[in-house]
C-alpha cells in the first residue's frame, strides 16, 4: 500500500491512466481535480489514502492503492504484451484484470516460464534497467549435443549481431545424442538471446524455459498459473541483504544447518547383557565344528 506522500503524475500512472509523461499533460490541461480542485502543478504531491482524484470529473483515486506482485508461469504461443493487434493470446488473460498489472520484461512467444507482473512501476524500472544485472535462469532443450567449443565461447561470451555477450554460466543436465537439456544463467535481456547464440553454433531450440528471476523461481507453478509473492520475495526483489538471506536458508534449510550439531552427544552403545560375550563365543565353536565336521 502506498503510504504519505506520492507525486500526482506517479498516482495516475500506478491506476493505469497513462504513463507519467501522459499523467503530466492531463495535468497541464486541466482534466485533474484532486477533492474538487483543477490541479495543474505537475509537482503537485497527494495522499491516495485520503485524497479524492478525478479525470474529466470521473474518479479514479478514492482509497490507498494496493500494489500486486505476481509470479507467472506464461506458456508458449501466449505473448508478453498488454494487448496484440492480431488477435493472440496475452498474458493479461492469465491474472484477474482489477487487478491492473504489466508484465515486467518479456518472455518470446515460443518461450515458456517465469513472468513477474506488477503495477509497481518504480520497481518494474529498477528490475528492468540494464544496470540492474538480474540472473535469469533457464532450461533449454536443444537439438544434438554441444561440443566444447560452443560451450566454451557460451561460457566466456560471443559475438552476436548486437555486441559481445556477458559471460554466461551453462551446464549440461542431460544428453541422448539427438537432444540435449541445458541450464542457462545469463545476466542480460537482449531480444532471444539465448535462441541466437544456441542458432550460432547450429543447434535448434526445442524448449526453453525460465526457472528464475533474480531470487524468485518458477516451483511448482503451473502452466498458466500465476501467485502473489510474498513480502520476503518482494524485499528481496527491491535488493534487501536479509530478505535475499532468509530466502536463500528457506529454500535450502539443510544447507543452513549441520547435519550434526557441534557438542551434540553421539549415540550411547547399548550394555552388554551379563554372559553375553561367552554366550557368543560358545556358538561361534559350535558353528566352526559343525562345518568341519567335528562334534564336541
Known amino acids: ?78 505473448i508478453c504484451t498488454v494487448s496484440d493487434p492480431q488477435g493472440r493470446p496475452t498474458v493479461m ?61 557460451w561460457r566466456e561470451g560471443m559475438f552476436l549481431e548486437d555486441g559481445k555477450t556477458l559471460p554466461a554460466e551453462v551446464r549440461i543436465e542431460s544428453s541422448t545424442g539427438s537432444g540435449t537439456w541445458l541450464r542457462f544463467i545469463i545476466r542480460e535481456g537482449r531480444n532471444r538471446q539465448i535462441r541466437r547464440m544456441v542458432d550460432a553454433f547450429h543447434h535448434s531450440v526445442h524448449r526453453l524455459i525460465r526457472v528464475r528471476l533474480g531470487p524468485i523461481t518458477l516451483g511448482d507453478l503451473g502452466k498458466g498459473e500465476w501467485r502473489h ?7 528481496a526483489l527491491k ?19 549441520p547435519r550434526r550439531r557441534a557438542g551434540w552427544a553421539k549415540a550411547k552403545p547399548k550394555p552388554t547383557r551379563p554372559g553375553q560375550g561367552q554366550r557368543s563365543k560358545a556358538t561361534r565353536a559350535s558353528k ?7 562334534r564336541g
Open 1 to 78: 500500500m502506498i503510504e504519505a506522500m506520492e507525486r500526482l503524475n506517479k498516482v495516475l500512472a500506478h491506476v493505469g491512466v497513462a504513463s507519467r509523461r501522459g499523467a503530466d499533460a492531463f495535468i497541464a490541461a486541466g482534466r485533474i481535480t484532486v477533492n474538487g480542485e483543477i490541479v495543474t502543478d505537475l509537482g503537485r504531491q497527494v495522499d491516495p489514502a485520503v485524497d479524492e482524484i478525478c479525470l474529466d470529473g470521473e474518479t479514479l483515486v478514492s482509497k490507498a492503492i494496493r500494489y500486486h506482485y505476481l509470479a507467472v508461469n506464461k506458456p508458449s504461443e501466449v
Open 93 to 153: 488473460g492469465l491474472v484477474p484484470p482489477d487487478l491492473h498489472v504489466s508484465p515486467v520484461g518479456r518472455l518470446d512467444g515460443a518461450s515458456e516460464g517465469l513472468l513477474l507482473m506488477t503495477n509497481d512501476g518504480d520497481l518494474a524500472h529498477l528490475l528492468t534497467h540494464p544496470r540492474h544485472m538480474m540472473d535469469k535462469e533457464y532450461r533449454v532443450k536443444i537439438s544434438g549435443t554441444p561440443n566444447d567449443t560452443a560451450l566454451a565461447a
Open 229 to 235: 509473492l510474498t513480502e520476503l520475495e518482494v524485499a
Open 239 to 257: 535488493g534487501d541483504e536479509a530478505a535475499l538471506t532468509a530466502l536463500a536458508e528457506s529454500r535450502n534449510p539443510g544447507a543452513a544447518k
Open 288 to 294: 566352526q565344528r559343525r562345518r568341519t565336521g567335528r
